[in-house]
């Protein structure tokens, strides 16, 4: 638990109405009434953002403001209970210490002198971690051969639907698309990948299930060349970071891949569950020892108040985040933005 010793003793010293009238005809003709349907307003982007992270924020940035705002004295309690937050929001021990060091260095130089500027100091803090993994991918190669996205996760993050979502956004920006089903082991991961094809008319290159994983990615990066497709989108078996036989498999994916094209995969992106809370940190860890992360999609976050997993990644890993799911539908997996992602967990651009 981190001390600080010293308190600061400074102090800081349209109501809309509808009428509605009534016109009588002095004639007797007949009035048309015309009733009027008001449309329904759709959902701001930013609105609909703050609501997928609703419950992060909540737990988050509503706690920061429930227990700093107002406050014209920073205790030694206080500090505490904001340590036990930050911990309890998924922040992580590591992470939660290193913010507190940076407040209460402030502190100690009488930086910040009550509750709300150590409110704006520690969001401020929170979005520079954050902003060392704002990097939006890219999907343009020199030599405009297909761009290879590798995915990779543990079963139920959410890997496969992903895919599909991307592959879609993917489409809409006018790219050629394909997708390699490379997950063998479970026959329904590849017809899943078949229904997102067909729906949106995206090819798809499979096996029999059991057939070898690399051969199946290595047989699409050959057709996606010769048909000048501009993304190339390959599933993997799920698998548990602990299986070590099978992180071998995904090493002997990305070496056959480099026959054909040395820079290949040009992105190798873990798919998060978000609602796991730490265990993604750990996740994230041992895939990117195995395998070696150049990004990271952290899903769900819509259903938990863990969001604050994010800020435990990045400050320990340093992984893009690439986008994040917030919802069911494809428009609802966001490219990651920091400044949009901490400013909807503390109730900004309202």
């Not at 400074?10 to 002095?26: I, M, W």
């Not at 307003?41 to 705002?69: C, M, N, P, V, Y």
């Not at 021990?93 to 130089?109: F, G, K, N």
């Not at 873990?270 to 730490?278: F, K, P, R």
Request: charged share 25%; net charge neutral; glycine share 8%.
């Amino acid at each position: 638990m981190i001390k600080w010793f010293k308190k600061s003793h400074n102090s800081t010293p349209a109501v809309s109405e509808r009428s509605q009238g009534e016109t009588d005809s002095l004639r007797q003709t007949p009035i048309e009434v015309t009733e009027q349907v008001q449309e329904p307003i759709k959902e701001g982007i930013f609105a609909r953002f703050r609501k997928g992270l609703s419950k992060t924020r909540h737990q988050l940035g509503d706690g920061i403001g429930r227990l700093l705002l107002g406050k014209k004295e920073i205790s030694q309690d206080l500090l505490d209970e904001l340590e036990t937050l930050l911990v309890s929001a998924d922040l992580g021990v590591e992470t939660t210490q290193a913010v507190l060091t940076q407040l209460t260095d402030s502190l100690a130089r009488k930086q910040l002198s009550d509750g709300n500027a150590v409110y704006e100091s520690l969001k401020s803090h929170l979005q520079s971690i954050l902003n060392q993994n704002n990097q939006p991918l890219t999907t343009e190669t020199a030599d405009h051969s297909p761009f290879v996205i590798l995915m990779v996760g543990v079963n139920g993050a959410g890997k496969t639907t992903t895919i599909g979502k991307l592959a879609k956004q993917f489409q809409q920006q006018g790219k050629k698309v394909m997708l390699a089903a490379g997950d063998t082991f479970r026959a329904a991961a590849v017809e899943q990948l078949h229904v997102w094809g067909e729906r949106n008319d995206i090819p798809v290159i499979a096996q029999h299930t059991g057939a070898d994983s690399a051969s199946v990615i290595f047989d699409a990066l050959q057709a996606a060349k010769a048909r000048k497709i501009d993304v190339l989108i390959a599933d993997t078996a799920g698998r548990l970071h602990t299986q070590g036989n099978l992180m071998d498999e995904l090493k002997k994916v990305k070496r056959v891949l480099q026959k054909l094209c040395p820079e290949a995969p040009h992105e190798t992106m873990l798919v998060l569950d978000a609602s796991i809370g730490q265990n993604a940190l750990v996740q994230a860890r041992q895939f990117n020892e195995a395998i070696g992360l150049t990004g990271i999609t952290m899903t769900k976050l819509d259903g938990t108040a863990k969001g604050g997993i994010l800020f435990a990644i990045a400050n320990e890993l340093g992984i893009p985040f690439r986008y994040i799911g917030i919802g069911e539908g494809i428009e609802d997996l966001r490219p990651f933005d920091a400044a949009q992602f901490v400013g909807a967990l503390f109730n900004d651009h309202i």
